[in-house]
């Protein structure tokens, strides 16, 4: 668009002229019109860049200098966006069939019936996924991001190895871009109920640091080599600590935060994801909230997570078992039950 409004000059003919002002309307009647049309055509383009001007989908890539966390992502710099609660469904460049399963399921598939499920739930939801040196595979992941639009892209090499080095990741971005009281942590191969979920969440709490999960007792480690760990076990005087199980857990925002403000090497990286995060909520001193809903062996009127414990960490052939499972009218038509607990 010019820096200043185009100028027209009309130069007047003498007074015998018979069509003069006849010509000047007509003149400027079509200049009116074709201002109207650019004005009205531009505003059309405006307005259609302003409906897809913020994808669901974003890429996070970490900056190790010493900037703000808001610094770190390669988002543009807006508000976070506030929801109840952020889901971030950990997936792998080998999940393409859960992820197709999922979406045919409790996950929907098209922008409209997402936004719809966000809207009656107050929760978001994204894909989390990281990055691989195989051209190929993330070609395919181009191809899938810009047709379903429904992931979090992370700049962290995606291998079970360093699943630990992802869940940190995950909260980090998952809290520079939502404003949220709980961040949720969940695998690709579990039943979610959403709607059951949002209350489970929506819940009045007394602790502002709070870890909610189908809580196990995992070993305390006593090497002596792990010196950030041993004075914890030598205070507790126990062989086992509480934590979640890996497959779906939940931590409110002031414990994020907390992980946030951490430094990638603070904390000692454990080989079990799970026991990881469990260690450090341990270390934080954080209320565990023990709720076995979230890792019901079945759907029932009060499940709120499905998946096969205690024979697989998540669901045995998740591909099948999840449209089996969503086929079953006790998965999705059962009455979503308040539980006082």
Same mark, same amino acid.
């Given at each position: 668009?010019?820096?200043?409004?185009?100028?027209?000059?009309?130069?007047?003919?003498?007074?015998?002229?018979?069509?003069?002002? +006849?010509?000047i309307?007509? *003149?400027?009647? @079509?200049?009116?019109l074709?201002?109207? /049309? #650019?004005? !009205?055509?531009f505003?059309?383009?405006?307005?259609h860049?302003c409906?897809?001007?913020?994808?669901?989908?974003?890429?996070?890539l970490?900056d190790?200098?010493?900037?703000?966390?808001?610094?770190?992502?390669?988002?543009?710099?807006?508000?976070?966006?506030?929801?109840?609660?952020?889901?971030g469904?950990?997936?792998?460049?080998?999940?393409?069939?859960?992820?197709?399963?999922?979406r045919?399921?409790?996950?929907? +598939?098209?922008?409209?019936? *997402?936004?719809? @499920?966000?809207?009656?739930?107050?929760? /978001? #939801?994204? !894909?989390?996924?990281?990055?691989?040196?195989?051209?190929?595979k993330?070609?395919v992941?181009?191809?899938?991001?810009?047709?379903?639009?429904?992931?979090?892209?992370?700049d962290?090499?995606?291998?079970y190895?360093?699943?630990?080095?992802?869940?940190?990741?995950?909260?980090?971005?998952?809290?520079?871009?939502?404003e949220?009281?709980?961040?949720?942590k969940?695998d690709?191969?579990i039943?979610?109920?959403?709607?059951?979920?949002?209350?489970? *969440?929506?819940?009045?709490?007394?602790?502002?640091q709070?870890?909610?999960?189908?809580?196990?007792?995992g070993?305390?480690f006593?090497?002596?080599k792990l010196?950030?760990?041993?004075?914890?076990?030598?205070?507790l005087?126990?062989?086992y600590?509480?934590?979640?199980?890996?497959p779906?857990?939940?931590?409110?925002?002031?414990?994020?935060?907390?992980?946030?403000?951490?430094?990638?090497?603070?904390?000692?990286?454990?080989s079990?994801?799970?026991?990881t995060i469990?260690?450090?909520?341990?270390?934080?001193?954080v209320n565990?909230?023990?709720?076995?809903?979230?890792?019901?062996?079945?759907?029932?009127?009060?499940?709120?997570?499905?998946?096969?414990?205690?024979?697989?960490?998540?669901?045995?052939?998740?591909?099948?078992?999840?449209?089996e499972?969503?086929?079953?009218?006790?998965?999705?038509?059962?009455?979503?039950?308040?539980s006082?607990e």
């Amino acid at each position: 668009m010019p820096s200043s409004s185009p100028k027209s000059f009309f130069y007047a003919r003498p007074a015998t002229t018979p069509f003069s002002s +006849s010509r000047i309307i007509i *003149l400027t009647f @079509l200049l009116l019109l074709g201002l109207f /049309a #650019f004005f !009205f055509g531009f505003t059309g383009f405006r307005d259609h860049r302003c409906l897809n001007r913020d994808p669901r989908s974003v890429r996070v890539l970490w900056d190790h200098g010493p900037t703000s966390l808001r610094d770190h992502l390669n988002v543009a710099d807006t508000d976070r966006h506030k929801v109840m609660a952020f889901v971030g469904i950990q997936t792998g460049f080998g999940s393409v069939g859960r992820r197709q399963s999922l979406r045919k399921t409790w996950f929907p +598939s098209d922008p409209n019936g *997402l936004q719809r @499920l966000e809207e009656s739930t107050g929760l /978001a #939801f994204r !894909f989390v996924i990281g990055r691989t040196s195989d051209r190929s595979k993330m070609s395919v992941l181009k191809r899938e991001v810009a047709e379903y639009d429904d992931f979090i892209q992370l700049d962290i090499e995606e291998e079970y190895s360093k699943l630990p080095y992802k869940t940190l990741a995950f909260f980090k971005a998952a809290y520079a871009l939502f404003e949220a009281d709980f961040y949720v942590k969940a695998d690709d191969d579990i039943y979610l109920r959403p709607d059951r979920l949002s209350l489970l *969440l929506a819940k009045e709490r007394s602790h502002p640091q709070t870890y909610i999960g189908c809580m196990k007792k995992g070993p305390v480690f006593t090497d002596p080599k792990l010196k950030w760990y041993e004075p914890l076990s030598n205070l507790l005087g126990k062989e086992y600590f509480l934590h979640a199980y890996g497959p779906i857990y939940a931590l409110s925002a002031d414990v994020v935060s907390s992980l946030v403000a951490l430094r990638n090497n603070s904390f000692r990286m454990f080989s079990n994801e799970d026991v990881t995060i469990g260690a450090w909520m341990l270390a934080m001193n954080v209320n565990h909230e023990n709720n076995h809903e979230l890792c019901a062996p079945e759907c029932t009127s009060t499940s709120i997570a499905v998946w096969d414990i205690p024979k697989c960490s998540g669901l045995c052939n998740p591909e099948k078992r999840m449209l089996e499972l969503h086929q079953m009218e006790s998965c999705t038509q059962s009455p979503t039950a308040e539980s006082d607990e």
